[in-house]
């Protein structure tokens, strides 16, 4: 049986496996990987808003939690 290693494409959410990746990026310690070179891109532009934590806060109104 082969062994892959299933991960998620941060940008649009695809899964994908690590070992047929298009691209992958190393981000604080840890490796993104992507379907193609434009999500690549877009997550090299800008990590924080696609990763859902740290430092960008979440968008949206804070009125009613
Ligand atoms: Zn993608």
Redesign the pocket.
């Known amino acids: 049986m082969k062994t892959t290693t299933a991960v998620k494409?941060p940008?649009?959410g695809?899964d994908i496996e690590a070992a047929t990746a298009a691209g992958r990026t190393e981000y604080q310690g840890q490796t993104y990987y992507?379907?193609?070179a434009k999500?690549k891109q877009k997550f090299d532009l800008n990590p924080a808003q696609y990763l859902g934590t740290g430092a960008a806060p979440k968008s949206g109104h804070g009125c009613c939690g």
């Open positions: 494409d940008v649009c695809m992507f379907c193609g999500c």
